[in-house]
């Protein structure tokens, strides 16, 4: 990709927008908070293509946007506290993690492979209107490289990633110029887990007081915020050929009759992200004694595939 369209907020461009998120495209997008970037998050591949562009040596999990309560429904279980604080400060900068639907459809990677999805409904008319046009639910990151700080205006999303996705929508500068709230209702005790737009109060005065993650509610692996997935069955890395019992699953061009599964023969590093969680996931209810992995290159979405694995190799 050469170039990065800049579209005016007119209905034309609403509709080009939605278009090319239909298509799998990455479009960046203004909401009241900071500007995401954003795919349909019902794509593996589209979502892979967000932790390209943002050059993201991990996989974060990322905040799918809906435009109303309905379509948040759809995605992840509602509990009492969850309906309260939806009704009350929905739309609005507050980014609920809850428990994902039996049913869900978003991209496993959108969850990093968690149990859990983060959604928000934000409240921006441009956005609204965007994620009305599109009719699926939008996974966004706030839209600027990994480790630079998050973009309120169309020129910075085009500073920091120009080049590098389809379209930037330009929305004018946001408002709250800070990204939301992240609070985790997936388990008993209410845990924010990054403060931002809407103060911790708001929350209290439905939830009662809040955990904090990290201090009060012990993190599920090692790390703030890296509640990451891993697979129960023992995983081991640059693995040449599986030993008995294991599942060998290979990258790249690859002629082994051991194979169990691939995570891309092309060698594509963005397929092989689109399908790694899935892949882990089957293999770990597969029944095998272990995961033997094939080398994977260290580079672009290796470095993210590489570093989830390892976390899984080593857990025990
Ligand atoms: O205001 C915002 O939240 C902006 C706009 C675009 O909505 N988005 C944003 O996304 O800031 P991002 O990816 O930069 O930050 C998302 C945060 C990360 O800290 C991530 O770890 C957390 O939300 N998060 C997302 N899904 C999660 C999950 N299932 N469990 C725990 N944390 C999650
Ligand atoms: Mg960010």
Not at 137 to 161: D, G, M, W, Y
Not at 269 to 292: C, K, P, S
């Amino acid at each position: 990709m050469t170039d990065s369209r800049l579209l005016s907020p007119s209905p034309a461009s609403l509709s080009e927008a939605a278009r090319l998120l239909g298509e799998g495209k990455l479009v960046a997008f203004p909401t009241e908070t900071v500007y995401g970037l954003g795919a349909d998050a019902t794509n593996d591949q589209a979502v892979a293509a967000i932790f390209a562009a943002k050059d993201r040596p991990a996989f974060n999990p990322l905040i799918v946007h809906i435009p109303d309560l309905a379509a948040a429904e759809a995605l992840v279980e509602f509990d009492t506290r969850a309906s309260t604080l939806a009704a009350r400060l929905w739309p609005g900068p507050l980014t609920l993690v809850l428990k994902r639907r039996r049913d869900c459809p978003v991209s496993l990677l959108a969850s990093a492979g968690l149990e859990t999805l983060a959604v928000r409904i934000p409240a921006h008319e441009l956005a609204h209107t965007l994620l009305e046009t599109v009719g699926c639910p939008i996974a966004a990151p706030s839209a600027n490289r990994s480790e630079e700080v998050s973009p309120t205006r169309a020129t910075h999303v085009l500073q920091s990633l120009g080049g590098r996705i389809d379209a930037v929508l330009d929305g004018g500068p946001c408002q709250v110029g800070l990204e939301s709230t992240v609070l985790d209702l997936s388990g008993p005790m209410a845990t924010l887990l990054r403060p931002g737009g809407v103060p911790a109060e708001d929350i209290e005065a439905v939830t009662g007081p809040l955990a904090e993650a990290g201090k009060d509610a012990p993190p599920k692996s090692p790390g703030l915020l890296s509640r990451h997935y891993a697979p129960r069955t023992p995983l081991r890395m640059n693995a040449r050929t599986p030993a008995e019992g294991e599942a060998l699953l290979a990258f790249g061009p690859d002629t082994s009759a051991d194979t169990t599964r691939n995570l891309s023969p092309d060698g594509d590093l963005t397929e092989a992200a689109a399908n790694l969680f899935a892949v882990l996931r089957e293999l770990d209810e597969g029944g095998f004694t272990g995961i033997a992995v094939r080398p994977i290159p260290e580079d672009g979405l290796g470095r993210a595939i590489n570093d989830r694995l390892r976390r899984a190799a080593g857990r025990r």
